[in-house]
């Protein structure tokens, strides 16, 4: 008998048993997990997206050159490429 009464207070939409800061009531979390385990189960839901790396454009190093305001025909050191980027960083986020 309470095995029964626990599964109608779950089910129930009159009654919300918890309430979350975010305001969803017991009821609607398992609702939402019961979807997600079903679409999981299905093969609906793949989360292969996480798993991308999201930055799969290359740029050329004329282009990376064109971006640090520097002379692609010119060879650069490494500390000199680095001011140039300090430099470009300084006018977009000025401290």
């Known amino acids: 008998m309470r095995k029964i ?7 129930s939409n009159d009654i ?4 979350t800061k975010a305001g969803l009531s ?19 839901l793949t989360l292969k997206f996480l798993n991308q790396n999201l930055n799969t454009q290359t740029i ?3 282009e990376a050159y064109k971006i640090l305001n520097l002379d692609p025909k010119k060879k650069y050191t490494k500390n000199e490429v680095l001011n140039s980027y300090k430099n470009i960083m300084k006018k977009i986020h000025p401290t």
């Open 5 to 11: 009464y626990i599964f109608f207070a779950i089910c």
């Open 60 to 62: 050329s190093v004329e």
């Open 16 to 19: 919300p048993l918890i309430k």
């Open 26 to 44: 017991l009821l609607r979390v398992l609702r939402i997990w019961t979807l997600l385990r079903v679409l999981k189960n299905r093969g609906d």
